[in-house]
């Protein structure tokens, strides 16, 4: 006796709902670029200028702590940078 043709559902795929594509749309992410790079470049200034001055500028009263304020910049444009997509 032969065999009978063994039928192939069609896998399934959920139709789009209105909402994903709503919420997809609203989330327009061309800031990130601009403030990430910003910020990486106020931070590789600021540690720049700190020694180029000879620790006068930019506040001399922060002293090495403007090393740390530098990194904090550039620290605050890689936390930019997960939000890019």
């Known amino acids: ?50 020694y180029v001055t000879d620790t006068r500028l930019p506040i001399e009263a922060f002293g090495n702590w403007n090393i740390v304020v530098g990194f904090g910049f550039i620290a605050a444009g890689f936390g930019v940078s997960t939000q890019w997509k």
Request: glycine fraction near 2%.
């Open 1 to 50: 006796m032969p065999k009978s043709r063994i039928r192939k559902k069609a896998d399934y795929t959920p139709p789009p709902s209105s909402k994903q594509s709503a919420a997809i749309k609203l989330t327009n992410r061309s800031w990130v670029a601009p403030v990430m790079l910003a910020l990486f470049l106020v931070g590789l200034a600021w540690i720049v200028i700190f």
